[in-house]
């Protein structure tokens, strides 16, 4: 079978992410779509993130129950930084070899990519599907890339094709710190949990 696996702060999910999941599962004929919410997401260090509990059950209420996606807490429940490569490394073992791994992302992340840890054993476990993103400076890569892990990229990222989606965690956030509506940013009980639980609000 092939396995998508989306990580993300997820802080909060939204249409974004959503529609990232359904191309992706859909351009690659993926069994299943796993979200996993980053513990400690140390590439965003220093920024202030919600509560994990409130992370993880605003992704449980977006992914609902479609078949087709599930939650992992598989990076909640350990404690450190959450290494996407521990991460499929875990997967690895749990779904064996002949589960084929796409680990997803926007443009942005690949960009970042050649700073997370150990990205060539990354690229070992999985390839990367990757959907463009609207964002000023995201275009990959700024820097020159040693030669084993630009020929890695080469091999092992998958472009998929999506409307450019220009929603971001970040916009949703300010939208309802500055009391503006989110409605279709993200799922409507996601939008309730918001509310219910004042996230955003203050700051
Ligand atoms: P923030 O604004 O808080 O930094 P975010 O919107 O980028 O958050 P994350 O949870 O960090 O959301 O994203 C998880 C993954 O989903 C990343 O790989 C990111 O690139 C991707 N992603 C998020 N939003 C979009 C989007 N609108 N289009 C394509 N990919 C997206």
New binding site residues.
């Given amino acids: 079978m092939t396995l998508g696996i ?6 909060p999910p ?1 249409i ?2 959503l529609m ?1 999941a359904e191309e992706a599962r859909l351009a690659l004929s993926l069994g299943q779509v796993l979200f996993v919410p980053a513990g400690d997401p140390w590439r ?1 260090a220093g920024r202030e993130l919600s509560p994990r509990e409130d992370r993880l059950a605003m992704v449980r209420l977006a992914v609902g129950d479609d078949p087709h996606y599930a939650v992992s807490t598989l990076e909640l429940d350990r404690s450190g930084p959450s290494y996407t490569a521990d991460t499929i490394a875990e997967l690895r073992d749990q779904f064996g070899l002949e589960t084929e791994f796409f680990f997803i ?2 443009a ?2 690949l960009a970042d990519f050649p700073h997370w840890r150990e990205p060539l054993r990354i690229l070992e476990l999985a390839r990367l599907a990757v ?1 463009e ?1 609207p964002e000023p400076g995201d275009a990959p890569f700024g820097e020159a890339l040693a030669e084993e892990l630009a020929g890695a990229l080469r091999q092992g990222v998958v472009w998929l094709r999506m409307p450019l ?1 220009a ?4 916009a949703v956030r300010e939208r309802v710190r500055r009391g503006l509506s989110i409605r279709y940013w993200v799922p409507p009980v996601v939008e309730e949990y918001i509310r219910q639980h004042g996230l955003y609000v203050g700051g």
């Fill in positions: 989306l990580g993300g702060t997820f802080d939204h974004g992410h990232l965003k992302m926007g942005d992340s959907a993103r989606v929603i971001s965690a970040s």
